[in-house]
Structure formats: C-alpha cells, structure tokens
C-alpha cells in the first residue's frame, strides 16, 4: 500500500539550532512528494515539492528537502530554526495514476527561545 | 487574490443529523478535493472533484457525498452523522495545469464539526 511515513511525533530544538524533520515513502514508482506546515489557527501552507530532476529542492522560510531514492527519504531541513517555525509539519506523497495525496502523521516542531 | 474559503468555520451537530459544508477554490482553480482531520492526526483524503464529477474517492462510507457546481465550487454533505465524524474539515483547491499531474493543493482554514 501506498504510504508516508514520519518517525518523529514531537521534536524539539532550541532556537538557532538547525533541524532537520524525517519522511519515508513506500510507492511502486518515485512519488511526487510535499511538505506543508501548519500553524495553529492558520491553514495548511506550502513548503515545497518534488516532482523529478535536482534532488535538492529548495522551499520558503529557508526550508529545503533532499530526495533520496536509496532511502526512500525526502527529509525536511532548515540551518537555523526560528521561534517563528513552531508548528505542526506533513510530508505528502502523491502516487503515478492517482490523484490522491497521503499524508504522514505529522512532526510537531516546539522551539526554545 | 482571495485563496480557498470555506463556511461555516465551526458548527455542532448530534448524532444522526446531516450536514452540509462548503468551499470556493482560488481564482483560476478547477479541481477540488476534501479532507478530514481528527484531532491529532494527519488530513485523510476524502473525495476530489473536477469537471462537476467525483474524480477519486478515499476509504470512507457512501454517507459521505460531495458535489462541484459549474463555478468549480464543492460542498461536502455527511449524512447520519456519528461521534467520530466530528473532525476538521479541509477544502483544498488546485489547478492540474500545475505540473502535469501532481496536484499542488492550496488549503482553507477548515471548518471545525463537532457532533454531540
């Protein structure tokens, strides 16, 4: 079955601090893959997304993700974290031939000042 | 440039009752698609809608139906409403044209059901 999946429930780092957020797929072929952020009380954003091509993908807010096939990983970094980035984060997968995109269970990011 | 809204923002509802949910996509969005959000949990895909038609559907019972008008808005109706049903809502609009076929989804903020 078509499936994302994110090992961390709750991270937390002190501001300043970098980070990096973890997301395994299982799909037949590679994925289009997403991260989005949510924020209390704010809809789901868009971080940034993969599609095919440079492995290294680069988002808003300073975020980028790396795509790697051997590891069925596209995991979500950030140099320095901000106190602003506190949030809920979900990485999404969309299969070849749907139209569906499954979500992981979410990483909710604390930041210590 | 207005994104995705959706109405109402909250409602309560008791079991068995039904309800209707509503959403208008961002300008120049055609394709629409619905999800739920327990508490706590990740958005799980319900149904998207392009062309006035259900184009793709999770794995969720017929009481959950759906329906895109020609100005590419969509409601979600929840017939028979359960304890569980109660959830946030999310509408999330898209334009196909966006990368051939990877559905690049803008969000509204949801609407909040509870069901007593």
């Known amino acids: 079955a078509q499936s994302v999946t994110q090992p961390d429930i709750h991270i937390t780092v002190s501001e300043g601090a970098s980070l990096e957020l973890r997301c395994n797929y299982s799909y037949g072929a590679t994925p289009y893959l997403f991260w989005y952020v949510q924020s209390p009380g704010q809809g789901l954003q868009l971080l940034l997304k993969y599609f095919s091509g440079d492995t290294l993908v680069q988002g808003i807010k300073g975020f980028e993700a790396e795509f790697k096939r051997s590891q069925s990983s596209f995991n979500l970094r950030k140099p320095s974290v901000h106190w602003s980035d506190a949030a809920e984060y979900f990485c999404?997968?969309?299969?070849?031939?749907?139209?569906?995109?499954?979500f992981g269970k979410g990483t909710k990011l604390s930041v210590i000042p | 440039d207005a994104g995705v809204t959706q109405s109402p923002t909250h409602l309560i509802k008791t079991r068995g009752q039904q309800v209707t949910l509503r959403c208008s996509p961002k300008s120049g969005h055609d394709t629409v698609s619905w999800y739920q959000q327990a508490l706590g949990q990740g958005p799980q895909f319900i149904f998207q809608y392009y062309e006035e038609e259900e184009r793709q559907r999770g794995n969720f019972p017929d009481r959950f139906s759906g329906h895109q008008f020609p100005n590419y808005s969509s409601e979600l109706n929840v017939n028979a409403l359960l304890l569980g049903d109660s959830a946030l809502y999310l509408c999330a609009s898209s334009d196909p044209g966006q990368g051939g076929r990877a559905n690049v989804l803008t969000f509204g903020a949801g609407s909040r059901l509870t069901v007593l």
């Open positions: 999404l997968g969309q299969g070849a031939g749907s139209y569906q995109l499954t």
